[in-house]
């Protein structure tokens, strides 16, 4: 039986939503940050050129190896309901601007000072940070170059893709901590490997590195590590946000609208019975249906040259 509240819910959010802007003025950086250059925890960098459409977001914190801190999940935030309404942004990346870091987990220190009631105000906006990154519209792909731990990890896991470079290392060290994940770590790492795994790691608290999370499919690519790394080449601290970047590049050429159609049926399809999933999956192709991009996709097969898409 089609299901009516859900049909509601996907035409509510998609509705409206792509019309041909060509002009529109790209929002400025000041608005995702403080103009404090001290207090700029994350910074939003949109790419030109051929690369238009890619929006990088990256943390910036280095004094904490980008622990989450309530200034930073604020500034996070702030960024993600920039970018959410931003129909010029196709692909975004979050990485880290901290070398030999993705992010620490929570701020402990920051957390000690905090009320019973602070801690539990903190949690709730970090989980609201997570929980919108996760609802993004378009594709969102995390760079895991160095350490993603605890709070680092659970972030990740809320992006599409996940791409480790060779000095990634992961994990959820909470019970070590005598807690346990509290930003929906427990629920999307059984998702994506399943109970039995999952278990396995939280119960042992275990740290890992990228060949271990490729392989139980934590992560979607691994950069190998190079015969020379040396640690004091910044380059080498970011191979996983170049491979990152390469991903962005494929994803980029597509129908902006189909890909983000795409997003929201396969998301639905891991939450709702299979009958339910293809009624969500029927509504999210109709709105590709009346789309200018559909035509000029036909219109480009048909003349045997590559479609340029305009996201309506």
Not at 88 to 98: E, K, N, T
Not at 275 to 282: K, N, S
């Amino acid at each position: 039986m089609f299901n009516v509240q859900l049909s509601r819910l996907v035409l509510r959010t998609t509705m409206g939503g792509f019309r041909c802007n060509r002009s529109s003025p790209l929002t400025s950086l000041s608005r995702f940050v403080s103009t404090d250059s001290s207090a700029k925890e994350v910074e939003v960098v949109r790419h030109s050129g051929g690369d238009a459409g890619i929006v990088t977001l990256a943390l910036n914190r280095p004094k904490a190896k980008n622990a989450l801190s309530r200034s930073l999940v604020s500034q996070f935030r702030i960024a993600l309901d920039e970018i959410r309404s931003d129909h010029q942004a196709r692909v975004v990346v979050v990485r880290s601007s901290v070398p030999g870091v993705f992010c620490a987990g929570a701020d402990l220190k920051e957390r000690a000072t905090m009320s019973p009631l602070e801690v539990e105000q903190f949690l709730y906006s970090m989980k609201m940070a997570f929980k919108e990154l996760e609802a993004l519209p378009q594709p969102t792909i995390a760079a895991l170059d160095g350490a993603a731990l605890g709070g680092g990890f659970e972030l990740s896991l809320c992006c599409d893709l996940r791409v480790a470079g060779p000095r990634a290392q992961l994990g959820l060290p909470e019970t070590s901590l005598a807690i346990i994940p509290g930003a929906g770590g427990t629920l999307r790492l059984t998702k994506l490997i399943g109970p039995s795994r999952t278990k396995a790691l939280v119960f042992t608290a275990r740290r890992f590195g990228p060949y271990p999370a490729l392989s139980m499919g934590i992560v979607n690519d691994v950069v190998e590590a190079g015969e020379c790394m040396d640690d004091k080449d910044t380059a080498d601290h970011s191979l996983g946000y170049e491979r990152a970047l390469g991903w962005a590049r494929e994803i980029l050429p597509n129908g902006p609208v189909a890909v983000r159609m795409a997003k929201r049926s396969i998301n639905h399809a891991s939450a709702v019975d299979p009958a339910t999933g293809l009624d969500v999956e029927q509504l999210c192709y109709a709105q590709v249906i009346p789309t200018q991009d559909r035509l000029e996709g036909l219109r480009a097969f048909k003349e045997k040259r590559k479609p340029v898409y305009q996201g309506c």
